[in-house]
C-alpha cells in the first residue's frame, strides 16, 4: 500500500476513527512484525560489534579484507569475524529475517527499527577508561544513551505504548568485560589500574560497575537479558604469542578469567533476586570456549591455538590484514585472528546457548526462553 494513498484515507472521512499511528504501521508492512516477531538489542564490544565503529574515527575496526571473507556478501562489513557473528546467529535462532543494524548505519531508519538495533562497539569495556587506546569508539554510558535515543525514534514511528511493548518483549544481549583486563589492566606492565588495584580488588570493581549498567539497562526496558561472561582470555592466540606462561596459557588472564566470571553470574543471581524475575540470563562462554580450546579435536577443528588468520608466533600478533597468513580452511580453526572465534566457533557456543544445560546457562537456555515468553 503506497504511503500517498494512506494520507489519502486518514484525511477522509471515511477513516477519520483510524489511528494516525495504525496507518504508518500499514505504510512501513510493519504490523506483522510488531505482533509476531520478537525484537533483538545488542551491546556490548566486538565480539557482537557488527559495524558500528566503520562510522567512528577508531583503529579498532574490521572493515577491510579478509574480514568477511565467508560472510553471505564476501564483504568486510565491521564484524570481527571471517563470516556470521554471534548476534547473527541467535537473530536465525529467534527467527529474524535480518539481522539487526548497527545503530550508526545510515541504512538504520524506517521498518528496521523494528527489528532492534546493535549499540556495540569494538574495543569498549564496562569502565570508561578502558579501550582509550582506540580514542573514539562507544563506551558503555554512551551505548545506553542511543538505546534512549532509539526507543524515542521508535515511540514517534509507532507510538509511545507500542515503543515500550516491543522493547519489553525484546531478547537482549550484552557481550563485555574480557577488555577491562586485556585492554586495560594487563594491557602493559604497570598499569595505572594494575597500580591502584591488586586483582581480586579490581574484579569486584568491574563487577560492582557492571551491576550499575545492567540496572540501567532494566531501567530502560529490558526484560530478557542474555549476558555472557568472558571466554579464556589467556588462551587466545595473542595471549599465547604474548603473554603465554611455559608454552601455555597466560596465567594472569586466566586467573582473572576465574575469578571474573563466578562473581559475574552470582551479581546476575542476586538482581534477579532484587527485581523478583528472571531478567538476567547467564551464559558461561568461558565453559563454551574452554571445551574446543582444551579438546579441539572434538569438534572438528585441527586447532584451538593458532588463528586463521595473523602472523607471527600462533599467528597472534597484530592485525589480521591481507598481508596476514590466511588460512584456506576456516572451519578448521577456532580462532579467526589473534582475539575472536571462527564462524564455526560462534555456531557451537550459539548452540550452547540455545540449548546449553544449567552447567552453560543459568538459570535456563534460550530456547526455554523461548517457550516460556510464547505462552505469556
Known amino acids: 500500500m503506497h504511503i500517498q494513498t494512506l494520507l489519502l484515507m486518514a484525511s477522509s472521512s471515511k477513516f477519520s476513527d483510524v489511528p494516525m499511528v495504525l496507518l504508518f504501521l500499514l505504510a512501513f508492512g510493519s504490523i506483522a512484525p510488531l505482533a509476531d516477531a520478537r525484537a533483538f538489542f545488542i551491546f556490548g564490544d566486538s565480539l557482537v560489534d557488527s559495524g558500528n565503529n566503520n562510522y567512528l574515527a577508531t583503529t579498532a575496526r574490521a572493515d577491510s ?10 564483504r568486510a562489513t565491521g564484524r570481527f569475524s571471517n563470516g556470521l557473528n554471534i548476534p547473527d546467529l541467535i537473530g536465525q ?51 545506553l544513551e542511543l538505546f ?29 568485560g574480557g577488555n577491562d583486563f586485556v585492554n586495560n589492566y594487563y594491557l602493559v606492565p604497570y598499569s595505572a589500574r594494575s597500580r591502584q588495584y591488586r586483582l581480586p580488588d579490581y574484579v569486584k570493581f568491574v563487577i560492582s560497575e557492571y ?19 568472558t571466554g579464556p582470555m589467556g588462551c587466545v592466540p595473542a595471549e599465547l ?11 594472569d588472564l586466566q586467573r582473572a ?57 600462533y599467528n597472534g600478533l597484530g592485525l589480521c590484514t591481507q598481508l596476514s597468513n ?6 578448521l580453526y577456532a580462532f579467526w585472528d589473534p582475539f575472536h ?15 546449553g544445560s544449567n552447567e552453560y546457562m543459568h538459570p535456563m537456555n534460550l530456547s526455554t526462553i523461548m517457550a516460556m515468553d510464547s505462552r505469556t
Open 65 to 74: 579484507p579478509p574480514y568477511g571473507v565467508d560472510y553471505p556478501s564476501r
Open 93 to 143: 535462532k529467534i527467527g529474524l529475517s535480518e539481522s539487526p543494524l548497527p545503530y550508526l548505519s545510515p541504512d538504520f531508519n524506517g521498518k528496521k527499527l523494528l527489528i532492534g538495533a546493535n549499540f556495540a562497539s569494538a574495543g569498549v569495556g564496562v569502565l570508561n577508561d578502558t579501550g582509550v587506546q582506540f580514542a573514539n569508539i562507544l563506551r558503555m554510558y554512551r551505548q
Open 148 to 176: 534512549q535515543e532509539y526507543q524515542r525514534r521508535l515511540s514517534a514511528q509507532v507510538g509511545s505504548k507500542q515503543a515500550r511493548k516491543l522493547v519489553n518483549q525484546a531478547l537482549v544481549l550484552i557481550t563485555v
Open 211 to 229: 551491576q550499575r549498567l545492567l540496572m540501567s539497562l532494566y531501567k530502560l526496558g529490558a526484560r530478557r537479558v542474555l549476558v555472557t561472561g
Open 241 to 251: 604469542a604474548m603473554r603465554g606462561t611455559n608454552g601455555g596459557c597466560s596465567e
Open 257 to 313: 578469567a576465574s575469578l571474573y566470571n563466578p562473581q559475574l553470574v552470582q551479581m546476575l543471581n542476586g538482581l534477579n533476586k532484587q527485581i523478583g524475575k528472571d531478567v538476567f540470563i547467564s551464559a558461561n562462554t568461558q565453559r563454551m570456549h574452554g571445551d574446543f580450546v582444551s579438546d579441539p579435536r572434538a569438534f572438528g577443528f585441527v586447532t584451538s591455538q593458532i588463528a586463521c588468520c595473523g602472523q607471527g608466533p
Open 326 to 331: 590466511l588460512c584456506p580452511n576456516r572451519a
Open 341 to 355: 572465534p571462527s564462524e564455526k566457533a560462534n555456531r557451537l557456543i550459539v548452540e550452547q546457548i540455545m540449548t
